[in-house]
């Protein structure tokens, strides 16, 4: 009789690490080119939330979570399409791991790439973090048989002996002592001849050719409560006997039936029962028979039909719902099936036919962009759905992600940290994977692999983006605008970008060449042909040819941004002025911002915001605390600390409701209530909208 006790430790339970940040990055791998046959698969492996797959040709495709280069050289954070991995060929047996993936070649030889946490590569992490490239693993040959966990491989070789490198805090390789990691392979000693091997998080485990299995690593151990009772040596397992092959915590025993034990987790454990325990001896699932194949909850048969069991909050368990499956059910979705993985969230299943099939989540499109969260068994595809990417919205608490131009979530799974809506045709991302920014287009796909600290946006086709070294610019391909450096930059307008040398300020033309030397204290944009300036404390404006259009002599300036007038301050007090320098409005208001084309412009006088015309007549009366620029024919004003959309009568077109409202652009503008955000159109209403979440 196995014993159940309440597990009491919360981090018993497998931790995900940061799993929900795993996304956000751009360039797409070498996916199956349009004039080639679809591959056909033989092998199929994945853990945690990437896939790979083996060809006839012994090619290795990957999909899924690529934040730690587990896909190989792609910058693409996630694929939902597979991808051929570069730089490996002949392979015959696969295997993956948390963030890094393992190839054996037909000559015995271990391939890896990805992360190199912990030494998983065989490589040691002071000296080398990552490798997108495929390497060969030194110092182990002739393997026949291969299993990753998230931090650590175990090999299998020919004469039946078991090789282990990678993390080993909890003598997870089974070699006789505890280290940080091991990062070069090193032998089991204390085991008989081996047929079979698995790794689990945090436990290795091998089947000799008696059928005993031997344990070491993490195992639990419970009296009251449960704890990890680490072991660095192998023990034999009593009670699993007459073994053949494992999986996490299952068994399939000669005789084709399953024995399962450990954390009875939404039903996981099979038997019919969802009490939240560990079981520490096997359990037979009577149900089960002929079994070939287990990969956690799932079970394959010799006839190639798949049961299923257990969690199924992401539709893991495929049938199609999210509804807790405590004891074994056969699939109908789905049959012919030689191989299956699992995924922490998706399952992976190869057909006979060499075709692969998924389910599982797809909340973020992991599968496809289906509307659907839960998708039962469906093809993989091979060909990425033509998306236009439109606006920038948050997909959750700390991510980003983007409408297309019908106002639909876009499901790509890709996870930015931020995001900036799009300038001539590209958007600047940060990416979640390294922190870095990039740019994308409107399909989604990179502009071009290059990764950058700070970006500003694309204007005239070129961006200011920053580097270690300092700011630099670029063209739409990637390629800098010339070899100089700055110490900071502002984008370009009517042929001219500020830049900052040596604390001046000078302007650079479109060709990479200094058009105007530095020589000011502080500069803006141009504007209508003018730039202000600021020189000996004191604000003017130039022209392209850095001569002064109107003589410095003002306090603070804006811009000339639409009908030839900018605002300026003189003696404490604002107005505005035309390109002669004359006074369109003498100096009268506390503050000023610059005129719309709709002809008014946010004034302030007497602590409140109002809009002035061209006269300095108020034609909407100073009663906002806050009152931005007319776009598109429309301003945002606040009172009493909220947000409302004004028409350039004055007449409100919304409530004061929002928080936070963004100036229009294509006619919807980013609005912002205390419990909802997402865009307004241009009669007020919501054109997208999402519920505020918080961490």
């Avoid at 369109?584 to 610059?594: G, N, T």
Wanted: charged share 20%; net charge neutral; aromatic share 12%.
């Amino acid at each position: 009789m196995s014993l159940r006790l309440r597990l009491t430790i919360a981090r018993l339970m497998v931790p995900l690490l940061g799993i929900l940040l795993f996304g956000a990055c751009a360039q797409y791998a070498e996916n199956a080119d349009a004039n080639e046959s679809k591959p056909i698969f033989t092998d199929v492996a994945g853990e945690y939330y990437h896939f790979l797959a083996l060809d006839t040709d012994g090619n290795v495709w990957g999909w899924g979570t690529n934040i730690g280069n587990q896909l190989g050289e792609s910058d693409q954070s996630y694929l939902v399409v597979p991808a051929k991995i570069k730089g490996i060929g002949d392979v015959k047996l696969i295997s993956a791991g948390y963030g890094h993936s393992t190839a054996v070649k037909k000559d015995g030889t271990v391939w890896k790439w990805g992360s190199n946490a912990a030494g998983a590569l065989g490589v040691d992490p002071d000296k080398l973090d990552f490798s997108a490239k495929p390497m060969q693993v030194q110092g182990i040959d002739h393997v026949q048989a291969i299993a990753d966990s998230a931090y650590y491989t175990f090999a299998l070789k020919e004469d039946g002996t078991v090789w282990g490198w990678g993390a080993n805090e909890k003598g997870q390789l089974g070699i006789g002592r505890f280290s940080a990691q091991e990062s070069q392979p090193v032998q089991i000693q204390s085991l008989p001849r081996v047929t079979a091997i698995y790794a689990t998080f945090n436990e290795g485990y091998a089947v000799t050719s008696d059928g005993n299995v031997w344990r070491w690593g993490a195992a639990l151990k419970c009296d009251s409560v449960c704890k990890e009772a680490p072991s660095a040596e192998p023990v034999r397992f009593e009670g699993l006997s007459s073994v053949q092959s494992l999986s996490d915590e299952i068994a399939i025993l000669q005789d084709g039936t399953v024995a399962k034990w450990g954390i009875n987790y939404q039903g996981s454990l099979g038997t019919g029962s969802t009490e939240y325990a560990y079981f520490d001896d096997p359990e037979r699932l009577p149900s089960l028979e002929n079994i070939v194949k287990v990969s956690k909850t799932h079970a394959l048969t010799k006839e190639g039909q798949v049961w299923a069991w257990g969690r199924n909050d992401y539709g893991q368990v495929g049938d199609g719902t999210k509804k807790i499956t405590p004891k074994p059910i056969l699939l109908t979705g789905i049959d012919q099936v030689i191989d299956i993985t699992s995924g922490e969230e998706v399952i992976v299943a190869l057909k006979q036919d060499g075709t692969l099939y998924e389910w599982g989540s797809n909340r973020n499109g992991e599968i496809s962009n289906a509307g659907a969260d839960i998708l039962p068994p469906t093809p993989v595809p091979f060909t990425v759905p033509s998306v236009n990417y439109a606006l920038p919205i948050p997909r959750d608490p700390g991510t980003w992600t983007f409408l297309d131009e019908k106002g639909n979530v876009i499901k790509d799974n890709q996870l930015y940290l931020r995001v900036k809506p799009f300038s001539e045709g590209k958007a600047a991302v940060q990416r979640a994977s390294n922190n870095l920014w990039t740019f994308i287009k409107t399909d989604g796909k990179p502009a071009f692999s290059d990764n950058f600290i700070i970006v500003k946006d694309f204007h005239q086709d070129r961006a200011g983006v920053k580097l270690q070294d300092g700011w630099h610019f670029v063209r739409t391909d990637g390629k800098p605008l010339n070899q100089d450096r700055y110490t900071n930059v502002d984008s370009f307008a009517n042929g001219l970008a500020p830049v900052l040398v040596n604390g001046k300020w000078g302007y650079l033309g479109l060709d990479g060449k200094m058009k105007i030397k530095p020589q000011f204290a502080a500069a803006q944009r141009f504007e209508n042909g003018l730039a202000a300036v600021q020189t000996n404390g004191k604000w003017g404006f130039i022209d392209s040819t850095g001569r002064f259009a109107v003589k410095a002599q003002y306090a603070a300036a804006g811009a000339f941004a639409a009908i030839q007038t900018a605002p300026v301050k003189q003696n404490g007090k604002w107005g505005f002025i035309d390109k002669s320098g004359a006074w369109k409005i003498k100096p009268r208001y506390e503050e000023a911002k610059s005129f719309s084309n709709a002809g008014l412009a946010p004034v302030k006088l007497n602590g409140k915001w109002g809009y002035a015309d061209l006269s300095g007549k108020l034609v909407i009366a100073a009663q906002y605390e806050d009152a931005s620029t007319f776009q598109e024919g429309l301003a945002s004003v606040k009172k009493n600390g909220l947000w409302a959309v004004i028409q350039q009568t004055g007449k409100a077109l919304t409530p004061f409701q929002f928080t936070e409202i963004q100036q229009y652009q294509n006619h919807v503008a980013w609005a912002v209530t205390k419990t909802d955000n997402g865009y307004i159109d241009m009669s007020g209403k919501w054109y997208f909208k999402m519920k505020i979440q918080k961490w």
